[in-house]
T-cell receptor
Framework: GAGVSQSPRYKVAKRGQDVALRCDPISGHVSLFWYQQALGQGPEFLTYFQNEAQLDKSGLPSDRFFAERPEGSVSTLKIQRTQQEDSAVYLC?????????????FGDGTRLSIL | AQTVTQSQPEMSVQEAETVTLSCTYDTSESDYYLFWYKQPPSRQMILVIR??????QNATENRFSVNFQKAAKSFSLKISDSQLGDAAMYFC????????????FGKGTKLTVNP
């Protein structure tokens, strides 16, 4: 596709439910990143993939958060037993290769609201 | 650890005038990149400009330029001939080379352009 695609665009869930957020990176992009953006804040790093390998998950806030990219393309961010503090915009970004300075291309994000 | 500080939560400018957005950062890395991203209400983060830390020459992209002061760890963005379409949140970000190459963002500056 032309850009990074994220779905759904909006997700409302009740506290305690599990949710799954999808990211389709730009075709051929090696690196994939997930960020969490709380209201009125800058994005904060969650996790990073290089192809199918999850090389950095230091930003995941708890073991309720899980991300995968099994075939090195589409990625899914899963949040189990959601809590109100999980409400945020979740941004996915991809870049062409793993060498530094490559601009990250962002999707439109998924706005997650936990009731 | 890297940190990025944007001390101006909001700025405003008259159409066709010039405005400067401030950013300071802290890093122990010798090799890194700095970025300015724009986020309109549509939520998609759009790259405005990037600077390689080892390059002394300030980056320029059309009406956008930076004032990079490495010793002071300052990276301000100047927007010349401001246009209504420039209204958005602007985020400064740093990226170290090697490792996960995640972006570390500031909290953002909301820019309003007055007609």
């Amino acid at each position: 596709g032309a850009g990074v695609s994220q779905s759904p665009r909006y997700k409302v869930a009740k506290r305690g439910q599990d949710v799954a957020l999808r990211c389709d990176p730009i075709s051929g992009h090696v690196s994939l990143f997930w960020y969490q953006q709380a209201l009125g804040q800058g994005p904060e790093f969650l996790t990073y993939f290089q192809n199918e390998a999850q090389l950095d998950k230091s930003g995941l806030p708890s073991d309720r958060f899980f991300a995968e990219r099994p075939e090195g393309s589409v990625s899914t961010l899963k949040i189990q037993r959601t809590q109100q503090e999980d409400s945020a915009v979740y941004l996915c970004a991809s870049s062409p290769r793993d060498s530094g300075g490559q601009p990250q291309h962002f999707g439109d994000g998924t706005r997650l609201s936990i009731l | 650890a890297q940190t990025v500080t944007q001390s101006q939560p909001e700025m405003s400018v008259q159409e066709a005038e010039t405005v400067t957005l401030s950013c300071t950062y802290d890093t122990s890395e010798s090799d890194y990149y700095l970025f300015w991203y724009k986020q309109p209400p549509s939520r998609q983060m759009i790259l405005v400009i990037r600077q390689e830390a080892y390059k002394q020459q300030n980056a320029t992209e059309n009406r956008f330029s930076v004032n990079f002061q490495k010793a002071a760890k300052s990276f301000s963005l100047k927007i010349s001939d401001s246009q209504l379409g420039d209204a958005a949140m602007y985020f400064c970000a740093s990226q170290r080379l090697g490792g996960s190459e995640k972006l570390v963002f500031g909290k953002g500056t909301k820019l309003t352009v007055n007609p």
